[in-house]
Structures are given as structure tokens and as C-alpha cells.
């Protein structure tokens, strides 16, 4: 097969892109200097931060971040609120940016107050500056919440389902609904949405949260004068829990319109997996608070570069692909089994595995300790963990006083749930491999019925130490 | 030979650590590469068995100060042991991410910051435990001597130290190149540990008969008298001024000010071990215009480490395989060089005989010579103590309780290993002192 360059442009309910990747409403878009900036960097799109009729008032500091083991920011929440710039400067920027990029997407993101005329009066201004659609926030849950807009129209379908019919009696380019998700079931708004005449959606907007306290001054972070209030979690962290609920509006009956994805995303992968799932485009906003516009070349390359070795030529050639693999649990093969196996030539001896297994999970990993000598005979000098010599000592990496822990699975008693092998440090060492579980396939709901007639034997439970 | 020439700034430069302190991201980024191993093989291969992930956990989690702890509640030495400890063959040498990532985590590096850590802060981690109303004398204020004597006070027992030198801390103090551990250091460490209420005598030798004294008026004794003088090669014009035995050479460093230690200008250093590598950086550091270490094997067979090895290369050190010193040769009444044989080797590793190549002799003009040769036993000390046993130069004990063939009598460090490391002689003073532990207590019974 010929290797071209895939086309990678987009169309989500007629706004087209370049590219799949938008900058989300959030700091990054937060005047005409620098969408133009992102532009130029490679960005096909941009939703301009939430405008509103007059600007608002911000405290300081206003961002936390949640650290892990060494990593910085894997996630971020804020509590800073919609554009704190003038309504007029900002339809100027955004009239002026969409003339000089023509061929870029130019989203603009609302949020007034619940008056049918102020969300006319706005809708109206804002198409005026030839922008290419708009995006209503119904997610902020920090700030303007406690006015009555943003998470706290977001969080009841009714007013969902009012707000988007209001701006769609006047609105003549697509309008696209975010959601947050802070409630219950994303589908309920989501359907919401659609009777309110959205034509599509994107989500997620940011998590409630409070990101930390400051151990020595036992204010909670970020911290304002000493206090804290809820902020908006979003960054990696977040991204399973972005993806979840994107794929539930996506392979909702009713609902059965184009998503845009946001939740997470750094890297070009994590924007496949959210297209995979039902989106058509994707937002990404922590990364580039973290490391700026040019990440989007990385995305991008590497996006390309996957849809050539999978044989994609457009994104719609998989879009969406992996929505209908998720169902009910019910509905999971009861008589599909893997069991863990661990590449002896590979194993650091780090005993990762096995703790976690024995702690933490199902104790299926033995642990054999042999001796330094019959180590080397076994492994030779090569591999892994290779026999050394220094000022006339040996040393093994992986051995201690003498010795090597050596870690084997327990066929018959190993249920193969994966832990393991998420927690091995070396790639391909411990691999799951598919095995003959002797059960007739069907699912548990099958099962269920099945047993109720008589027709299959009970499913002896695994036994336990 | 004379005075080093070189300013006290100069020498101060060059005597700084080798590896200077982590600061706390430095410290943090590099714990977080530690995978935290199940019976980590890092803790198994250190002698004192500290929990090397648990400490290293600890300064990921910004607690320096808990992970001082863990690694002092096993070794008490551990700031020295940080700086001087052979970790390439030891933790870092068992390190899985050096299978992994051809890389180990900087361990002794990692044990360095959290002990400075909380050595700045005085911390002090231990309480003499409640009097037993027993008491035991300890031979030796080394680090085999003060660590049985810390673990005794831990327990309750009095404890009476006898050092030989005016200094305590034996060879740790004064034995290893100031570079890596310098004496104000070595010092300050010993400091925790005297205040457990170790009554310290200096100056203080112990012979035979005095061993003998102290089993009659301590419930027991533990004998780390070390190693003595150097070995001589017994080869003409060792008595040359300007030959220098290895141990004495850096002494000088810990001793005096820098600026009054001597060093030639062509300096020759005999043998190929770890203390040889010592002198040798030292005498750059001391301003020797030309240093060459002179070993009869090749370098496959020295027993310096391979990060010795690198260490005394980067230092521009000139090595002479095969040479096998027969002559210092003697000019004005100093020494103007060293007369070698070219020597072949005959058979395999360090069983392998020399055999002189015919005519291969040449002479490395120097005026100052170290014999790097390691040390002697005191084995006429230990044998003239009735039911101690000395073969190949080694104090024989129960390694497991550091007892000697004597009732009461214990040992560790370089007088039953014949020179080991600082971590392996903690380890045998602690054993000891819990074998002693047990003697004591059962002894009133």
C-alpha cells in the first residue's frame, strides 16, 4: 500500500479545521494575540474564552496543580472565571483573527445571564464578527455558578434544554452545547441539549475539586488571602473520566450528535483515543497551559503517522470506531481468559509484580530465590540483568547477598486481571495470554438465563489462598 | 621532595567534595526514578541492610528527616558510609534500573542529602536505653568500635572505648582521601554517637595483658583494633627518605592543614588498590606534577574499583602494568627513583605468577615513592592473647556473633576481615553488640 500524507481535516456540523485539534476556551484563547499565536503554531482551531456582556472581576492566585512522585501537573484545576476583558475589544480581536485566518475555526464560547434577550443580544453581536460558530458553556462550576450560570445551568436539563432553544431562535451558525460533569448521568443533559436544538456537543467541561492544602499554612490550594473555594480539575488525571462520558453521549440513541472532546489531552494519542470514542474534533487546554502552542506539531505528526501505519486515509476512516466495543458488562464473554506471563529474560527482579499481586490482588505470583551462581548459570552473561565484574567483585543488578528473586505466575490460580503487568517497569515482560478456559462462550446475561434452564453447570468460584 | 606548592585557595578547590550535595529537586527527581523493589536487592546487597527504597521513598516524599532515620537506625555511619561506600559494587551494583536502564539510582548520592539533611539540623535520632548496670569495653574507635559501642548504649550497657590515636573515628577519620570524606565530617558524625554516653579514652593502646585486664573487669569486650603498619616489600632503599607508606600519606591530609602536607613532584605509587588510587588523586590534588601508579599485574587484575579506576584516570594518573619494584634508588640522600622489572604474567587471574622478562628493567625517576600495599595484622598482639586464633592474617570469629574462640571476648572491622569496608565494619560492630547484648544479660542469670 502507498504511504501518502493522510487528510486530517475536520468538519464537525459544518465548522471546518485543518486539523482535529482546537484550542479549548480557557486561558490559552484568551485574546486575538494569541489565537493568532496558536494559529501559526499549527492549531486548526480555537473556542475564544467565554465572552459575556461585561467584563469580570478575578482574585488572585488562581491555578493548583496536583504533582505525582517527581511528574509536574497532572492536573490542574482554576478558579479563574470567563474573560475579564471587555465585550467590544473581544468581538474586534475575534472579527480581526477570522479574517486573517480564514481556514482556521473560530469558535466563539458564551455565558450570560438566563434572560432570553441577553443570550439574543449576544448571540447576535457575536456572529456578527464572522465567526464560524458558537459554544455555549454550560460547565464553569466555580464562580459563575453561584450566579446562576455556567454548571448551574449545565447541572439541570431543563434549563439545558432552555437556554440552547433561546440562543437557536437566533443563532445562524452551529451552536454546540458543553457539558459538565459534575452530575450523575452526562446523557440526561446531553439529550437535553439535542431537544434545546444544539447541533452538537462538546465536553467535558472541568471537575470540582480542591487540588491540595498547604501543610504549613493549612490553607487549601490555591489559595486566595488564606482561602479556598471549588475550582475546575482538568489536565491528564482527568482524561478516563473525559473519555467515559464522551463515548456514553456518542453511542446515545437519542442523542446522536457530533462531539467535540475535551478532557486530558497531551499527547497525539490521547486525542485518537477521544476520536475513537465518538468525538470529531478534540480540546485541549492544560497542556498547553504547561508547555505552550507548539505541542500541537507533536499531535499532529504523530496522528498522521499512525493513520499511515494503520492504513487511514481521513480521520472518518475510524472515527468513531470503538463506540460500539462499549456496552454493558452483561454483555462481557464470560468464557474469554487470560493469565499473566512473565519473559524470564526481561525481569529485572524488581518484585513488583509480585507484591502487587500478593497485596493487592490475587497472590498468583510465586517468588523463588535462587542463588547467584545458579542465576548466572541460567541467564549467562548477556540479557538484562548481566553478570559484572569491579575491583574483583562480581555484581549482578537484581541480586543482593548472594541472591536473586525469581517470579513465576501460578497458571491455575491466576485470574487474569492485568495488575501485574501495569505495574512491571519493563515493556513486554509480562504479557496476557489468551487461554482455553473450557466454558461454552456467552455472557453473563446468557449465563444467567442459561443457568435458569438448566442448560450449563455453575461456574465453580476461583480458589483462593 | 617539600611542602605542596600550591595556595590554600588552590587546595581548598581541589580537595572540595567529589560529588557535591543534591539540593532538594535534585534529590527528589532523582528519587523518583526508584522503583521501590519488593526485597529490594540494593538493601540485600548492603552490609548494613538499609532500607534503601523505604529512605529513598521518604525524600521523594519530602520527609529528609524520616529517611535519616531509616538509614541511621542500620548504619550509623551513614553520612560516611554515603560518601565513601564502593556503591557500584553494593546497592548501586544490585540496582535493577542499571539492568533497565544501563543507569542505577544515585543511592549513595540519595543517602548523602537526607543524612546532611538532618546532621544540619542536629537531629538526634537515638536514646541511650535504661541501665543494665552492665558494662563493656570496646578496643578500637573505629567504625566497627563505635558502632557496637552505639548499639550497646541503645541497650542500656555502659561502655568504655579505647583508642590508640588522639583521634577517634579510625580509619574513617583519617584513612580515607579528605576529598571524599574530610576529617571535619568524619568528626561530626562521631558526634550522635558520643553523646549516646560513650566514655571515649584516647591515646589510649591496649596490649595483651591489657585485653586480658579489661575480660576481668568488663562483663565482655569487643576488640576493632583495625589493621597495623603497612606491608613492606623488602626490596633495597625502603628506609630512603622520600618513601612513603600509603596510610601516612593520607593521614597528612586529615592531620595538618593542606597547605602543610608534602608531596613530590614526580610521585610513584605502589600497588593498584583502593588506597592507591587514594594517594594518587591525592597527590594531584596536593600539586604533584606527574603521578604514576605502578602495579605488577594488569589492570584486569587490580583490586581498586572500576569507579576508582575511572576516578584516578580523570585525574590524568599515569598507570604502569606489569612493573615489580626491586630498587628505590638514592641520590644525595633522597630519593631520585624507583628501579622495576618488567614482569609477564604466568597462568590466570590473581593466582597467576610473575615471571621477570629478561632485560625489562627500567627505572621511573620520582622523588617521592608511596607503597600502596596494604596493611599488616597485629598478629602478634591477637596470638599472645590465649584462645585467639589468626589465619591468613584474619581474627577468627563466629560471623554471625563476631565471638571469638575467648568467652567474652568479640570483634569486628578490619581485624577479622583483613580490610574491608566502613559499611561492612558497622555491620560486624553491630552483630557483635547484639551477641554481646545477649552474653551480657544471660550472664547474671
Known amino acids: 500500500m502507498t504511504i501518502r500524507k493522510p487528510d486530517i481535516s475536520s468538519n464537525i456540523c459544518g465548522i471546518k479545521s485543518p486539523n ?106 457575536v456572529e456578527d464578527t464572522g465567526c464560524d460558530g458558537l459554544e455555549l458553556n454550560f460547565g464553569c462550576p466555580h464562580g459563575m455558578s453561584e450566579r446562576g450560570m455556567g454548571s448551574a445551568v449545565g447541572q439541570v ?44 456537543i462538546s465536553l467535558i467541561n472541568t471537575i470540582n475539586s480542591i487540588m491540595g492544602v498547604d501543610l504549613n499554612t493549612l ?119 487470560v493469565v499473566a506471563e512473565i519473559d524470564q529474560n526481561k525481569c529485572i527482579h524488581c518484585g513488583l509484580c509480585y507484591i502487587a499481586c500478593e497485596d493487592g490482588a490475587h497472590q498468583s505470583i510465586r517468588m523463588t530465590t535462587i542463588t547467584e551462581e ?22 549482578i543488578s537484581g541480586s543482593g547477598d548472594g541472591r536473586v528473586n525469581i517470579f513465576e505466575i501460578k497458571q491455575d490460580t491466576c485470574v487474569g486481571c492485568n495488575m501485574c503487568s501495569l505495574v512491571c517497569p519493563v515493556s513486554n515482560c509480562i504479557t496476557m495470554v489468551e487461554r482455553e478456559s473450557g466454558l461454552p462462550k456467552m455472557s453473563w446475561r446468557q449465563y444467567t438465563e442459561k443457568l435458569a434452564k438448566g442448560e450449563v453447570e455453575k461456574i465453580q468460584p476461583p480458589v483462593h489462598v | 621532595m617539600a611542602k605542596t606548592q600550591l595556595g590554600q585557595e588552590q587546595l581548598e578547590e581541589n580537595f572540595a567534595d567529589l560529588h557535591p550535595n543534591y539540593t532538594r529537586d535534585e534529590a527528589v527527581v532523582e528519587a523518583s526514578r526508584c522503583l521501590f523493589c519488593f526485597d529490594a536487592p540494593c538493601t540485600r546487597a548492603c552490609p548494613t541492610h538499609i532500607d534503601v527504597p523505604k529512605f529513598i521513598r521518604q525524600i521523594l516524599h519530602d520527609n529528609p528527616i524520616g529517611s535519616a532515620e531509616t ?108 576529598y571524599k570524606i574530610s576529617t571535619e565530617f568524619a568528626l561530626s558524625e562521631l558526634k550522635p554517637i558520643l553523646e549516646m554516653g560513650i566514655d571515649l579514652k584516647l591515646s589510649s593502646p591496649v596490649n595483651a595483658a591489657g585485653i586480658a585486664d579489661l575480660l576481668k573487669n568488663y562483663d565482655a569486650v569487643f576488640l576493632g583494633i583495625g ?73 584486569k587484575e587490580m583490586t581498586a574499583y572500576d569507579y576508582e579506576y575511572e576516578l584516578a584516570k580523570a585525574d590524568g594518573i599515569h598507570f604502569e602494568w606489569h612493573a615489580s619494584p626491586v630498587q628505590f634508588l638514592e641520590k644525595d640522600g633522597r630519593l631520585c627513583g624507583v628501579k622495576f622489572q618488567r614482569v609477564a604474567l604466568v597462568g590466570e587471574g590473581r593466582e597467576a605468577k610473575l615471571q621477570p622478562v629478561p632485560g625489562g628493567d627500567f627505572v621511573i625517576e620520582c622523588d617521592m615513592a608511596v607503597k600502596a600495599l596494604g596493611q599488616l595484622p597485629f598478629t602478634e598482639l591477637l596470638t599472645a ?56 544479660k544471660s550472664k547474671g542469670k
Not at chain 1, 164 to 175: G, I, R
Not at chain 2, 229 to 248: C, F, H, K, M, N
Not at chain 2, 261 to 288: Q, S, Y
Open chain 2, 71 to 178: 538509614i541511621f537506625s542500620s548504619n550509623i555511619f551513614g553520612g560516611s558510609c554515603a560518601r565513601a561506600c564502593p556503591t557500584e559494587v553494593l546497592c548501586e551494583g544490585a540496582c535493577v534500573d542499571r539492568a533497565m536502564l544501563k543507569e542505577p539510582v544515585q543511592i549513595g548520592r540519595l543517602q548523602r542529602y537526607a543524612t546532611d539533611y538532618a546532621a544540619a539540623r542536629e537531629i538526634r535520632f537515638f536514646e541511650p536505653g535504661k541501665d543494665t548496670g552492665k558494662k563493656v569495653a570496646v578496643v578500637g574507635a573505629g567504625p566497627a568500635g563505635l558502632s557496637c559501642a552505639h548499639e550497646l548504649r541503645k541497650a542500656g550497657h555502659a561502655v568504655t572505648v579505647f583508642e590508640a590515636r588522639d583521634i577517634p573515628g579510625g580509619l574513617n577519620t583519617i584513612g580515607i582521601a579528605a
Open chain 1, 157 to 200: 436539563p431543563e434549563y439545558t434544554e432552555m437556554v440552547t432553544s433561546w440562543v437557536k431562535e437566533v443563532a445562524k451558525t452551529p451552536v454546540l452545547v458543553k457539558l459538565t460533569p459534575n452530575i450523575t448521568d452526562v446523557r440526561h443533559v446531553g439529550r437535553a441539549a439535542k431537544r434545546g436544538g444544539a447541533d452538537g
Open chain 2, 385 to 440: 592473647v590465649k584462645g585467639l586464633k589468626v589465619e591468613k592474617g584474619r581474627l577468627i570469629v563466629d560471623r554471625k556473633t563476631g565471638a571469638t574462640g575467648v568467652a567474652g571476648l568479640y570483634a569486628g572491622g578490619d581485624c577479622i576481615s583483613k580490610g574491608a569496608e566502613i559499611v561492612n565494619a558497622v555491620q560486624e560492630g553491630k552483630i557483635a553488640a547484639w551477641a554481646i547484648n545477649d552474653y551480657v
Open chain 1, 219 to 337: 490553607a487549601p490550594r490555591p489559595q486566595v488571602a488564606g482561602r479556598g473555594s471549588h475550582g475546575g480539575y482538568c489536565g491528564p488525571a482527568v482524561k478516563p473520566i473525559a473519555l467515559n462520558m464522551v463515548q456514553s453521549i456518542a453511542a446515545d440513541k437519542e442523542i446522536q450528535l457530533p462531539i467535540s472532546g475535551i478532557g486530558g489531552i497531551q499527547a497525539w494519542q490521547d486525542a485518537v483515543e477521544f476520536l475513537l470514542l465518538g468525538a470529531t474534533t478534540v480540546q485541549v487546554c492544560t497542556a498547553v497551559m504547561h508547555y505552550g502552542y507548539r505541542i500541537v506539531e507533536t499531535m499532529i505528526s504523530g496522528l498522521e503517522n499512525w493513520m499511515r501505519e494503520k492504513g487511514y486515509a481521513k480521520i472518518s476512516d475510524f472515527q468513531g470506531a470503538t463506540v460500539a466495543k462499549v456496552g454493558d458488562w452483561a454483555d462481557l464473554d464470560l468464557s474469554y481468559k
Open chain 1, 374 to 395: 545458579e542465576f548466572a548459570k541460567r541467564n549467562g552473561n548477556g540479557g538484562p540483568a548481566s553478570v559484572e565484574f569491579s575491583g574483583g567483585k562480581r555484581v
Open chain 2, 227 to 299: 589493621l597495623g603498619a603497612t606491608s613492606r616489600l623488602e626490596i633495597p632503599g625502603e628506609e630512603t627518605p622520600g618513601v612513603w607508606e600509603g596510610l601516612d600519606f593520607v593521614f597528612q591530609s586529615h592531620t595538618g592543614p593542606y597547605d602543610e602536607c608534602e608531596v613530590g613532584k614526580h610521585v610513584v605509587v605502589i600497588g593498584a588498590g583502593n588506597t592507591a588510587v587514594d594517594c594518587a588523586t591525592e597527590a594531584v590534588r596536593l600539586g604533584a606534577e606527574k603521578v604514576t601508579i605502578a602495579y605488577r599485574r594488569s589492570q
Open chain 1, 20 to 125: 482535529p485539534f482546537w484550542l479549548a476556551s480557557a486561558p490559552p484563547t484568551n485574546s486575538g494575540y494569541q489565537v493568532r499565536r496558536a494559529f501559526e503554531a499549527g492549531w486548526g482551531g480555537a473556542v475564544w474564552k467565554t465572552l459575556t456582556h461585561e467584563p469580570i472581576v478575578n482574585v488572585s492566585s488562581r491555578y493548583g496543580a496536583v504533582d505525582y512522585d517527581g511528574r509536574k501537573v497532572l492536573g490542574l484545576n482554576n478558579i479563574e472565571l470567563i474573560t475579564d476583558r471587555t465585550l467590544d475589544v473581544n468581538l474586534k480581536e475575534v472579527r480581526e483573527v477570522k479574517k486573517d485566518f480564514p481556514n482556521h475555526a473560530v469558535i466563539v464560547s458564551l455565558m450570560v445571564d438566563s434572560k432570553r434577550e441577553v443570550w439574543h443580544d449576544i448571540v447576535k453581536k
